[in-house]
């Protein structure tokens, strides 16, 4: 399972206003949901391959090539799903015109014992900008707004040194009404605060994850 996974899953049970983080109601509700995606870990579109897709079109390949390849996913409803999202980042990216650029990722600490590292899926460059791409692209649940800038604080802290323009692009897949409804965001890098709230809760959940795998420590 990938960081992103785990991250992605540990971000869309963030709820403060109605489950209050460091509290045992709260440990109990992490501890039962991370047992019914444990379970459910077969189940899954693997979107590796999409990103890996995306990096391509950047490097060169033709558009239709990858609308083409995508297309022949065998998983019920994922060729349409991937397709779809795939002209959705073309939109807002113009992966033809757009130059691939290598990203790292950016690593937040939750407590003493646990830092994650989570890097953009792809990043490009357009126009004298260097964009950091993540994509959020499972159906349910959406995410809500607090969670939404919870992401865009931590992607987005400015690198020191260097004279190149930086933003970051979100987006989003979700399922509204039976059908995928894009979102895309772009803002600049800017400093910002990343939430005590969130820290504890992730620190709960990444606490209660290495319990369920046998206890294998710090999740770097």
């Known amino acids: 399972m990938s960081t992103k996974t785990d991250f992605l899953r540990g971000l869309t049970l963030f709820n403060p206003k109605i489950y209050v983080p460091a509290t045992p109601s709260n440990k109990d509700r992490i501890t039962g949901k991370i047992a019914d995606y444990e379970a459910s870990d077969g189940g899954r579109w693997n979107y590796d391959d999409f990103y890996q897709v995306v990096r391509h079109v950047l490097k060169g390949a033709s558009f239709e090539q990858a609308m083409t ?22 939109k807002h990216l113009n992966l033809a015109d757009s130059e691939y650029v290598d990203c790292g990722p950016r690593e937040i600490r939750v407590d003493d ?6 890097a953009p899926d792809f990043a490009c460059k357009l126009d004298g900008v260097i964009r950091h791409v993540l994509v959020y692209p499972n159906r349910q649940p959406a995410l809500s707004e607090a969670q939404r800038d919870v992401v865009k604080s931590l992607m987005s802290q400015p690198f020191s040194g260097g004279e190149e323009t930086y933003n970051f692009c979100m987006i989003e897949f979700p399922g509204i009404e039976g059908k995928r409804v894009g979102r895309y965001e772009e803002i600049p890098f800017a400093y910002g605060s990343i939430s005590q709230e969130f820290l504890m809760h992730m620190s709960d959940f990444y606490s209660e994850l290495s319990n369920k795998r046998g206890g294998q420590g710090t999740l770097i």
Do not use: N, Y
């Open 69 to 90: 390849h995508l297309g022949t996913l065998e998983g019920s409803g994922e060729a349409a799903a991937k397709t779809s999202l795939l002209k959705f980042v073309d």
């Open 113 to 118: 014992r646990t830092a994650i590292r989570i």
